[in-house]
């Protein structure tokens, strides 16, 4: 049997909505708080924000029950015993992490703590953050003894988000004593004993009742560097495959082969050996940057997470290239771009290389009609207006008449195209994947010039290899 907690969680975000609706999944009692009153109305009504699998359904089971929804922070704080900070830690001045909305909400929560509580970063913050928001709760007038903070990074991915939060590697959490963990090993409990995988209506995943989630107790800064770390290593896995996929394609290999055979030793693992346009989202990039300055701020030269950026910028001029390369000019040519989201799963275009790509493709003066199934929308706000930009209702449409079709986003969709129809479809059949979701021989016998990422180009037998790329 669940021993309940009652849970106050701050932000509705990517990660305050999808541990809200877990804990609730998981027997506890939540209050999600948000300052948006517009979006507080919406998830009020069963309204989802965000496009995350899992989610809407969970939310519709526990919504009015297990969880509600407030803009009333300090009556949240009052009735609950955990409180969990998930506001945005955006990239601040020179790689920084700006927690200037963590500092406005612990300022806010200390005007509402009127009994013990305990207070856990759930945000991705730099290491010491607890050793601020301590101080924080000090100045604004809360005695020690009235609080303790935890440091519980996430790690979930978007797409799978709430999988990855119900079914985790691993929970970190950072308590400096056996009070405050107690009471997170009370809210975790149902995975970690693994009653929660035996309950009707349970999401399905790696875990189970004989094979529980595991949770490992470290100090509040070894939590806070472990986030950082993780991110950091698979952001390099990534730059690293693509340095490689570079050289594989000068001389002449298949990146995809090396990968499988890297991938073989168990030592470093398959995943995030996918060579492409390099990663993007909401927290690679600005947790590699806020690891940096962290460092830099203890005077520790970490120079490989300077090269780990500059590769993954320069992949996306490497594809922009080959873009050129395939097409000689790109003003008034007429381009299919297929995603427009940072990954496949998710409608997140924060640092998203196909929008990067498709801001360079119309600035030189390439007509672009693009095509996701989840983030049209989120793209529209932040691509400029233009009469060289136009947005489809499925990829065959974008790719009507249309010069060369771009994969950016590693959709499944995108995996599985009618190939005959995609060809008639195109003025040109040629095809330039970021994502390498075919193969060269395949695409050739279906009649496309095929380019892709670290092997070599599959031409159309009509047409030929260029004898030299443009500049």
Not at 324 to 347: E, I, V, Y
């Amino acid at each position: 049997m669940t021993r309940q907690v009652s849970i106050c969680v701050i932000g509705s975000g990517y990660v305050g909505l999808v541990a809200a609706a877990c804990f609730a999944d998981m027997g506890h009692k939540v209050v999600c708080v948000d300052n948006d009153e517009a979006r507080v109305k919406l998830l009020r009504e069963g309204g989802v924000p965000i496009f995350e699998e899992h989610l809407p359904e969970l939310l519709a089971r526990h919504l009015g029950g297990r969880v509600v929804f407030t803009t009333h922070l300090g009556e949240a704080v009052e009735q609950s015993e955990a409180v969990f900070i998930s506001v945005g830690t955006p990239q601040g001045d020179g790689g920084a992490a700006d927690l200037s909305y963590v500092e406005a909400v612990v300022a806010e929560i200390a005007r509402a703590i009127k009994s013990y509580k305990v207070i856990v970063e759930k945000s991705t913050v730099p290491v010491y953050t607890n050793d601020w928001i301590r101080r924080v709760l000090h100045r604004n007038g809360v005695e020690a003894e009235r609080f303790d903070v935890v440091s519980n990074p996430e790690f979930l991915r978007e797409g799978s988000a709430v999988e990855d939060f119900l079914h985790p590697d691993r929970i970190v959490v950072g308590a400096s004593n056996e009070r405050s963990s107690e009471l997170l090993r009370r809210i975790y409990e149902p995975l970690t004993c693994g009653s929660y995988f035996s309950q009707p209506g349970a999401v399905p995943g790696a875990c189970s009742a004989a094979r529980p989630a595991r949770l490992l107790v470290t100090s509040t800064q070894s939590a806070e560097i472990i986030k950082h770390a993780s991110n950091a290593f698979l952001a390099m896995k990534i730059s690293f495959v693509n340095a490689v996929a570079n050289l594989a394609e000068a001389v002449d290999a298949d990146i995809e082969d090396i990968a499988a055979g890297i991938g073989m030793d168990s030592r470093i693992g398959p995943g995030f050996l996918r060579a492409g346009l390099g990663y993007g989202g909401s927290c690679f990039p600005k947790d590699v940057a806020a690891f940096h300055w962290v460092a830099q701020e203890r005077g520790i030269d970490f120079q490989l997470l300077q090269e780990v950026r500059k590769i993954n910028d320069t992949q996306r001029e490497v594809f922009f290239n080959k873009v050129r390369s395939a097409l000689w000019t790109l003003r008034g040519k007429h381009l299919a771009a297929l995603g427009l989201a940072f990954k496949c799963d998710t409608d997140d275009v924060r640092e998203s290389p196909a929008i990067e790509i498709v801001k360079k493709l119309l600035q030189a003066g390439a007509v672009v009609t693009a095509y996701d199934p989840a983030a049209m929308e989120r793209a529209k706000e932040v691509l400029p207006p233009a009469a060289n930009m136009k947005y489809a209702g499925d990829l065959y449409e974008a790719a009507k008449d249309a010069d060369a079709v771009l994969i950016l986003t590693d959709w499944k969709e995108f995996a599985a195209i009618d190939l005959a129809r995609l060809n008639r479809a195109l003025h040109f059949p040629i095809m330039i994947d970021g994502r390498n979701l075919y193969k060269p021989q395949e695409m050739q016998s279906h009649g496309f010039t095929y380019v892709s990422v670290g092997r070599q180009a599959a031409y159309h037998a009509q047409e030929g290899k260029p004898r030299k790329a443009p500049a």
